[in-house]
């Protein structure tokens, strides 16, 4: 399994595979239960991981870094269910250059439980290379055609839906 295929689908907790798209949604496999299912875009965002970023004090971070951060460390990592106190604590020791103020604890508890999945399933954490080319030019990479590459699926949000209203109005 890819770190570039792992997407977050909004309303639904956890990580997913994404394994194919089309123009209306996705099918994902859960990466908890490994259940696979359709996800309507008309519902749901995705948001691939490699495209999250972290605010620090300084220049924002993609989230690779801090996963790296605490693989590499040598804390306990804490329970996602432990309290907020706690989960702080261990950030400022793992990567003290977070945002307090624009990292909200929810979003420590969930990077927790995301870096606990991709553990538990052996994902290897790295940017592809195509995103490694993108953070460094800030350019539009353009993929080539090889063999053993893999091709990384994009999924397209649906256009808002338009309100018919049976009034006119004046």
């Known amino acids: 399994m890819d770190y570039n295929?792992?997407?977050s689908v909004t309303g639904l907790g956890g990580l997913y595979e994404l394994l194919s798209s089309k123009a209306d949604g996705g099918v994902v496999k859960s990466l908890e239960d490994k259940s696979t299912k359709f996800v309507s875009t008309r519902l749901h965002n995705f948001s691939h991981l490699e495209s999250i970023?972290?605010?620090?004090?300084?220049?924002n971070v993609n989230l690779v870094e801090v996963f790296t951060a605490m693989q590499i460390s040598t804390e306990q990592l804490p329970d996602a269910k432990a309290d907020n106190k706690a989960i702080k604590a261990y950030f400022e020791k793992v990567y003290p250059e977070i945002d307090f103020e624009r990292v909200y604890n929810s979003d420590m508890k969930k990077m927790i439980r995301w870096f606990s999945l991709l553990k538990a399933n052996e994902v290897e954490?790295?940017?592809?290379e195509?995103?490694?080319?993108?953070a460094t030019t800030h350019e539009v990479a353009t993929p080539k055609a090889k063999s053993n590459e893999t091709k990384?699926?994009?999924v397209k949000a649906a256009p808002p839906k338009k309100i018919n209203s049976p009034r006119k109005m004046a």
């Open 53 to 59: 970023e972290v605010f620090t004090v300084k220049d």
């Open 152 to 154: 990384q699926v994009n």
């Open 125 to 128: 954490i790295k940017l592809s």
């Open 130 to 134: 195509n995103a490694e080319a993108d």
């Open 5 to 7: 295929r792992l997407v």
